[in-house]
């Protein structure tokens, strides 16, 4: 099955969307969360993908070499960001900071008006809170938001 550029950056997208609600906040013992600080480190931590387990987090049919290939080749575009590396090192890569700070901000402005403090309160429920959430940065930005859009055809 071939798999498009816009179908894995796709993919890309859905699961950082997926994963900013628990990176977003801390897990305390007990079934508490809290917030994390609206900082630099966890923007990074909440939308940066390891390509070391890219393929836990990437949810398409598609291999490992032909994954990291792909990654590589986005990188080399422009389309996606990446640190610095070593031949044969895992690194990590990332959406554009354009899209992955704003959304992070909503998501925790979403935490916040639905109750969750920087002080640990009762996550009971979190895994619903977080769908919403989800659903709503997908809604706002789209399967394939125009930032990585536009970059794309930049590239092109």
């Known amino acids: ?10 993919a890309i997208w859905k699961s950082v969307a997926e994963h900013l ?5 801390h897990n305390y013992f007990g079934n508490k969360r809290g917030l994390v600080p609206n900082d630099e480190f966890y923007v990074r931590y909440s939308t940066h993908i390891c390509t070391a387990r ?8 598609i291999g490992n070499s032909a994954s990291m290939t792909r990654i590589r080749k986005l990188v080399e575009q422009g389309v996606l960001c990446a640190e610095k590396r070593r031949s ?14 704003p959304a992070f901000e909503i998501t925790l402005s979403m935490l916040e008006s639905n109750g969750i ?3 640990p309160v009762d996550g009971f429920g979190f895994d619903v809170l977080a769908r919403k959430i ?9 399967d394939l938001p125009t930032q990585i859009f536009e970059r794309k ?4």
């Open 1 to 10: 099955m071939k798999i498009s550029d816009e179908e894995f950056l796709s």
């Open 21 to 25: 609600p628990y990176a977003a906040t």
């Open 54 to 61: 890219r393929n836990n987090r990437i949810n398409l049919p």
């Open 88 to 101: 044969g090192e895992a690194f990590y890569f990332w959406l554009p900071d354009d899209l992955n700070k």
């Open 117 to 119: 403090t920087k002080e």
């Open 134 to 142: 989800t659903n709503s940065l997908m809604e706002k930005f789209g």
């Open 153 to 156: 055809s930049e590239a092109a």
